[in-house]
Nanobody, 117 residues
């Protein structure tokens, strides 16, 4: 059974950094495209970043470009989201999801990121 578990969220001051992890189990990570999404209170879920299979083409939302970096370690079945220069507007629950052929099949439970002084 495909499962994803996020970790690494927490409270950080503006300008700080966090690294989120998405651990995949049940299947080999290299079968999937992995996406990171976030949802802030009262707002719709938005795509943050994703990384493809193989050579790992990456995508970033304009709001995080230059601050966030996505990477994958297929040997550890884990995808990371390095978040630098965090802003208050980055506060949200962050989710990872595994997808194939343009559809996301499974989602993690989410990890809270709060950026506040």
């Amino acid at each position: 059974q495909l499962q994803l578990v996020e970790s690494g969220g927490g409270l950080v001051q503006p300008g700080g950094s966090l690294r989120l992890s998405c651990a995949v189990s049940g299947f080999k990570l290299d079968y999937f495209v992995i996406g990171w999404f976030r949802q802030a209170p009262g707002k719709e879920r938005e795509g943050v970043s994703c990384i493809g299979r193989g050579d790992g083409d990456t995508y970033y939302a304009d709001s995080v470009k230059g601050r966030f970096t996505i990477s994958r370690d297929d040997a550890k079945n884990t995808v990371y989201l390095q978040m630098n220069s965090l802003k208050a507007e980055d506060t949200a629950v962050y989710y990872c999801a595994a997808g194939v052929l343009g559809s996301y099949l499974s989602w993690g439970q989410g990890t809270q990121v709060t950026v506040s002084s």
